[in-house]
């Protein structure tokens, strides 16, 4: 059964564009969730983070926002760059008493010049 | 900054072979962890220890095991390799970087190939 799901498994969008990736997590105990970018023959990399207290958190051209309503975070990258081409991982923790990560399939974006 | 090394980038193996992929972290850090990826798959969990010499499984645990003798180091061991084993292996350690306690710094990964 696969907890988090990222039901797009690519995505392109133009140079300068909006992207946006999508994640839906269905145990509504995860109270953490994190994005990861991943280049290709590198390990992923953090990208941003929410807590389940918040419904929105910004750095720089990144900007997450969780919906708990509906267990679905999304990831918006504005403007979007060539150099953010990548597999965007979302991952859902329960930050008390495990050490476990879930994470999604991943996404495959592809930015446009 | 975290570093996390591993071993090798590729590694090339025959079936039966018993393998073993280092990782070491520099920021004495409690938590390790070993995923595989694979495509359409994600991050599958492996092991992870949370001390020296303290180990639990993870998702996936069935031909592998794992060592941590020293607090910098986490490897996993696979004692008779299969073709179903051939994956790209990541290690992670979990710290307190850049705002958040929850991050885990990944290593490069190894590219595990089994003929």
């Known amino acids: 059964d696969q907890q988090v799901k990222q039901n797009s498994p690519s995505l392109s969008v133009q140079e300068g564009r909006i992207s946006i990736l999508n994640c839906d997590y269905t145990n509504s105990m995860f109270d953490y969730f994190l994005w990861y970018k991943k280049y290709p023959a590198e390990g992923p990399t953090f990208l941003i983070s929410i807590s389940s207290i918040k419904d929105k958190n910004e750095d720089g051209r990144f900007t997450v926002f969780l919906n708990k309503s509906a267990k679905h975070l999304s990831l918006h990258i504005v403007p979007s760059q060539p150099g953010d081409s990548a597999v965007y991982f979302c991952?859902?923790?329960?930050?008390?008493?495990?050490?476990?990560?879930?994470f999604g399939t991943g996404t495959r974006l592809k930015v446009l010049a | 900054d975290v570093k996390v090394t591993q071993s090798s980038r590729y590694l090339v193996k025959r079936t039966g072979e018993k393998v073993f992929l280092e990782c070491v972290q520099d920021m004495d850090h409690e938590n390790m962890f070993w995923y595989r990826q694979d495509p359409g798959l994600g991050l599958r969990l492996i092991y992870f220890?949370?001390?020296?010499?303290?180990?639990e499984k993870g998702d996936i645990p069935e031909g592998y095991s794992v060592s941590r003798e020293k607090k910098e180091r986490f490897s996993l061991i696979l004692e008779s390799a299969s073709t179903n084993q051939t994956s790209m292996y990541l290690c992670a350690t979990l710290g307190g970087g850049r705002g958040s306690s929850y991050e885990q710094y990944f290593g490069p990964g190894t590219r595990l190939t089994v003929t």
């Open positions: 991952a859902a923790h329960f930050t008390s008493g495990t050490y476990k990560y879930i």
């Open positions: 220890s949370y001390d020296v010499k303290m180990k």
